[in-house]
């Protein structure tokens, strides 16, 4: 079930860092970062029951992604950063197992999160 959820999420469309347009729901997200036309690099996975509210706290909050997150909307107004979601209502699984399977479906540990 992670792996299809991790492929699902991976799978969806990148959108601006508007934090209007992210709904209250539960669910797995990613921030991620582009250069002009690159494909954006994802730099933190995360799980919440409320993605609306987590994505406007990354704005605010201390952790050294919220760090990174401030400095890029004071720099540019978040230009270059990107997110996406998917729903998972209820989900036993822990965090740390989305962070896993996204980082061995892409080759690489997202450079926010804490390796265990």
């Known amino acids: 079930m992670v792996s299809s ?6 799978n969806k469309q990148w959108r601006d860092y508007v934090v209007d347009d992210v709904p209250h729901i539960e669910g797995i997200y990613v921030i991620g ?14 799980r919440t029951n409320d993605v609306h509210r987590r994505m406007g706290e990354h704005k605010q ?4 992604i919220d760090k990174y997150v401030k400095e890029q ?4 107004d978040g230009e270059d950063l990107r997110i996406k979601w998917v729903k998972e209502e209820n989900d036993t699984h822990v965090e740390q197992a989305y962070r896993e399977c996204i980082a061995e479906k ?4 997202p450079k926010y999160n804490i390796q265990h």
């Open 33 to 46: 970062r582009t250069k002009r036309q690159e494909d954006p690099e994802v730099l933190y996975v995360g």
């Open 61 to 64: 909050q201390d952790l050294a």
């Open 5 to 10: 959820i991790c492929q699902r999420l991976l």
């Open 106 to 109: 892409l080759g690489y540990w």
């Open 73 to 76: 909307f004071e720099f540019n």
